[in-house]
């Protein structure tokens, strides 16, 4: 995927994504237009956990890329608690955080007996206490074992779908929704990983570069290229989270009251 095309699903994920919050912070979780929007942000998680795998082989600097995402998510965790009120719950990029770790154990600790018991507590902690919950460490797990074929890449946007159409069934059910309100709840829920699935999909290469760690020669900058504009660019995504939730909740608090 070229730099701008994925630069491009990254703004609309994060766009999806502010919508959703809007939608939990201020809408009726049961009207049509929160169902909607809260259904467009599941576009943000598949896109996130696919693009975390990608990060991981290419990074130059795992423990870099663990740095930053653990400083955002600790900086977002007021912010999180402000907004959706949910104790005892960590945010998202805690969930990045802890599939990164899930990475780094399942790719660097092969054929070590605490791999599998390791594996096991990640993938339970991300489950218990984090935003996401399951299906952030499961789907870094697909798009893992999707690596150097394209076409498996396409179990972790599907898991995604069946994952929300079970919820939205149970949800449905449990509040005795007319027929034509629970169909369109199923359809809100499955229109964001429906989205990931036609626009990130199709451009996506399978994992198939080299680690860049393993290259003896380094690549150099391109001719015309600021050496800082990836690192802007890096930061002004991890910083979105935290930033986009204070203002909602000072909206919340101080304008909508």
């Excluded at 605490?114 to 697909?142: G, Q």
Aim: proline share 7%.
């Amino acid at each position: 995927m070229s730099s701008k095309r994925r630069a491009f699903t990254k703004l609309l994920a994060i766009l999806l994504m502010t919508g959703n919050h809007f939608a939990h912070i201020f809408l009726p979780g049961s009207s049509p237009l929160a169902m909607f929007l809260t259904g467009l942000g599941y576009f943000t998680a598949p896109v996130m956990c696919m693009y975390l795998v990608d990060g991981y082989f290419y990074t130059h600097s795992r423990r870099g890329y663990l740095k930053r995402l653990l400083i955002t998510a600790l900086l977002s965790q007021l912010p999180f608690w402000l907004a959706f009120r949910i104790p005892f719950q960590l945010n998202m990029l805690f969930s990045l955080t802890f599939c990164l770790l899930l990475l780094t154990v399942a790719e660097e600790m092969k054929g070590n007996p605490y791999r599998k018991p390791l594996l096991a507590l990640l993938f339970f902690v991300c489950t218990l206490f984090s935003d996401w919950s399951a299906f952030a460490p499961a789907m870094v797990l697909l798009f893992l074992a999707a690596r150097g074929v394209r076409e498996k890449k396409l179990y972790g946007f599907l898991f995604a779908m069946l994952g929300l159409s079970i919820d939205a069934v149970m949800t449905g059910f449990t509040l005795h929704e007319p027929l034509p309100l629970f169909c369109f709840r199923l359809f809100s829920v499955n229109a964001g990983p429906l989205l990931a699935l036609l626009i990130a999909y199709p451009a996506e290469p399978a994992f198939t570069r080299p680690d860049p760690r393993a290259e003896a020669p380094q690549q150099k900058t391109p001719a015309g290229a600021s050496p800082r504009a990836a690192g802007v660019s890096q930061w002004f995504f991890y910083l979105y989270y935290p930033l986009h939730l204070t203002v909602l909740v000072l909206l919340k608090h101080f304008v909508f009251v």
